[in-house]
């Protein structure tokens, strides 16, 4: 069992920004795709970023070039810093680790709030 853990999330006014963490157990971490998805208000939740154990890095075309995906392995975290976030950004975002393939582990969420 994989516990995820995320936070910095908050208010922020649009074209401010905010960095989110989110912390992974498992002496394995290193192999592990991280993710981070969001679901806003009666939304599905979706795609934001994910990075892969050697660093590779995908983004959804509505946060390229304004978001970051990264990792830190010794610290077991991954973080996303989100800038020039937008009122649309507004959403839970979920940390999501994937040991395998076929398996993955969710955190709760944490409240991005992006107000005009």
């Known amino acids: 069992q994989v516990q995820v853990v995320e936070s910095g999330g908050g208010l922020v006014q649009a074209g401010g920004f905010l960095r989110l963490s989110c912390a992974a157990s498992?002496?394995?971490?290193?192999?592990?795709?991280m993710g981070w998805y969001r679901q806003a208000p009666g939304k599905e939740r979706e795609l934001v970023a994910t990075i892969t154990s050697g660093g590779g890095t995908n983004y959804a075309e509505p946060v390229q070039g304004r978001f970051t995906i990264s990792r830190d392995n010794t610290k077991n975290e991954v973080y996303l810093q989100m800038n020039s976030l937008k009122v649309e950004d507004t959403a839970v975002y979920y940390c999501?680790?994937?040991?395998?393939?076929?398996?993955?582990?969710w955190g709760r969420g944490t409240l991005v709030t992006v107000s005009s």
């Open positions: 999501n680790a994937k040991p395998f393939q076929s398996v993955e582990y």
């Open positions: 498992g002496s394995g971490f290193r192999f592990y795709t």
